[in-house]
């Protein structure tokens, strides 16, 4: 079993549409976590940390699910601006380093 | 401005020769990593270094080489024995915050060998 597993998608969705992705974690000593975007051919770039009491960033809802391992990234009034892959990270305790999900693969349609 | 530079952007190679792949952050930041990414894949981490003269082999170290003599650069060899080495070659260091680390990514390198 993968460490970290999110459906690669794709997603097609309208624009102003709102779409939920989750990531499920396999080590229940998992500390931290994040969601990162990345764009075609460009590196990955931090969009949010998941809190245990879940947290907002404008458009962006992060949860997480302790008791479930999983952790949902919420966008509303979906932009175009918005497509791209956005990847799901744990950061196991102990550990300096970070275990990424694939991916899940997002396009907004004008 | 504060960041983390690879160099070069595309770099093409003849089976059967090393190439060193460079990254330098001024983020005064103690952790570097080097992953590797695929087509259509995650990101998979190669080797990683948590202090100056100290490295740790990832999940896929086989094939490749790193150094660690400055707190700022930690670049990548890419070795003959690295069967499949054409991939995109990304650089992050990272931080501890409150919750947790953070890391950040360089622009990467996009290596070709033919």
């Known amino acids: 079993r993968k460490e970290v597993e999110q459906d690669p998608g794709p997603f097609n969705v309208p624009e102003g549409a709102t779409v939920a992705f989750n990531c499920t974690y396999s080590n229940s000593a998992s500390q931290s976590f994040f969601w990162y975007r990345q764009d075609c051919r460009k590196e990955p770039k931090l969009l949010m940390s998941?809190?245990?009491s879940g947290n907002e960033d404008g458009r962006f809802t992060a949860q997480l699910n302790r008791a479930s391992q999983y952790i949902s990234l919420l966008i509303r009034d979906s932009k175009l601006s918005d497509s791209a892959t956005y990847l799901c990270?744990?950061?196991?305790?102990?550990?300096?380093?970070?275990?990424f999900g694939q991916g899940t693969r997002l396009t907004i349609n004008p | 401005d504060g960041g983390i530079t690879q160099s070069p952007k595309y770099l093409f190679r003849k089976e059967g020769q090393n190439v060193t792949l460079s990254c330098e952050q001024n983020?005064?930041?103690?952790?570097m990593y080097w992953y590797r990414q695929d087509p259509g894949q995650g990101l998979r981490l190669i080797y990683y270094?948590?202090?100056?003269?100290?490295?740790q082999k990832g999940d896929i170290a086989e094939g490749y080489s790193v150094s660690r003599e400055k707190k700022e650069s930690f670049p990548l060899t890419v070795t003959s024995a690295q069967k499949n080495p054409t991939a995109f070659y990304l650089c992050?260091?990272?931080?501890?915050?409150?919750?947790?680390?953070?890391?950040?990514f360089g622009p990467g390198t996009r290596l070709t060998v033919t």
């Open positions: 270094s948590q202090i100056v003269n100290d490295f």
């Open positions: 992050a260091s990272s931080i501890k915050r409150e919750r947790g680390y953070e890391q950040y």
């Open positions: 998941v809190y245990s």
């Open positions: 990270v744990v950061h196991l305790q102990g550990a300096q380093k970070l275990v």
């Open positions: 983020l005064n930041h103690d952790a």
